[in-house]
């Protein structure tokens, strides 16, 4: 806990709007330009546009399934790129989420729940590192099977979802309520 309040006081005390504003570009040129060139590579190379990473929820068998669609070559790329591009758009949310939660709520932080609500995304990130590990290793070693770090594969995936889909929601309820203190405010300055 305490490294977690560390990290919240440097967060609170470093990004203001000119990091959130490039956190913002940063990540719409990664939606609007990267993830559709690398979707559409990725699909080219591996046949499908499936990916674990993509799934919300699947089973065991499913990813060895499409370890199998892939074939060789496909599952080679998705483990580089599991360690290459994988390592950087959890990175590039990160900052984007965490930014923009920073800056929300430390205007309105001061209801102690709201206080840590910006480090929801590192949650995300930690499972979506944890998810690319396991399932290149499932990859990397198939037609073999990986007992248990398969079975892990999509609670990993599972949990970085509801960490991330956690974090937009946050940025929902901490824009209305920074809305909300605006108008407060200047109407209590009238």
């Known amino acids: ?10 967060l609170y005390k470093k990004i203001g709007l000119k990091t959130w504003l490039a956190s913002l570009i940063i990540f719409l040129l990664f939606m609007i330009f990267v993830l559709p060139q690398v979707a559409a590579y990725t699909k080219n190379i591996t046949g499908t546009g499936e ?22 070559e496909g599952r080679n790329y998705y483990v580089v790129s599991r360690f290459t591009f994988d390592i950087v758009w959890p990175l590039v949310y990160l900052f984007f989420l965490s930014s923009s939660l ?21 949650g ?37 979802w509801n960490f991330i ?10 824009a209305i309520l920074f809305t909300l203190q605006v108008i407060r405010n200047s109407g209590s300055n009238k």
């Open 1 to 10: 806990m305490i490294l977690l309040s560390q990290i919240s006081k440097i």
């Open 51 to 72: 990916s674990p990473d993509g799934s919300y929820w699947y089973s065991a068998s499913e990813l060895y399934h499409l370890a199998d669609e892939y074939g060789e």
């Open 102 to 122: 920073t800056v929300l709520f430390r205007k309105v932080n001061r209801y102690p729940l709201f206080q840590y609500l910006h480090l929801l995304p590192f």
């Open 124 to 160: 995300g990130v930690v499972f979506d590192f944890l998810e690319n590990m396991s399932a290149s290793i499932v990859m990397w070693r198939y037609p073999e099977k990986t007992p248990i770090i398969a079975e892990l594969t999509p609670i990993f995936t599972f949990v970085k």
């Open 165 to 174: 889909y956690v974090s937009f929601a946050c940025l929902l309820v901490g």
